[in-house]
């Protein structure tokens, strides 16, 4: 655990560009990866960053909609990462 934080994470790559990522302890998931610029099985890793933000700034959104008393707005679910 690090001191300070509400939750954190260890994944590891040991094979480089093509091969396997994997989450280290109970939670047991493992994601083939690889450049969306060769021909290789596996998902392109800047994918995984879209899920995270725009999961975490939809979550943020939500908090501040709340506090704020503002009325929900509609959410697409789509965002662009580049």
Known sequence: MVDGSL???YVKNEAG????????????????????LIDAPGANPEQFIGFALSTCFNATLRIVEHREKWQKMPRSGRGLIS
């Not at 994997?22 to 994601?31: I, R, S």
Request: hydrophobic content about 30%.
């Open 7 to 9: 939750y954190h994470t």
């Open 17 to 36: 560009l093509v091969g396997e990522s994997y989450v280290e302890g109970n939670q047991g998931l493992a994601l083939g990866v690889s450049s969306s």
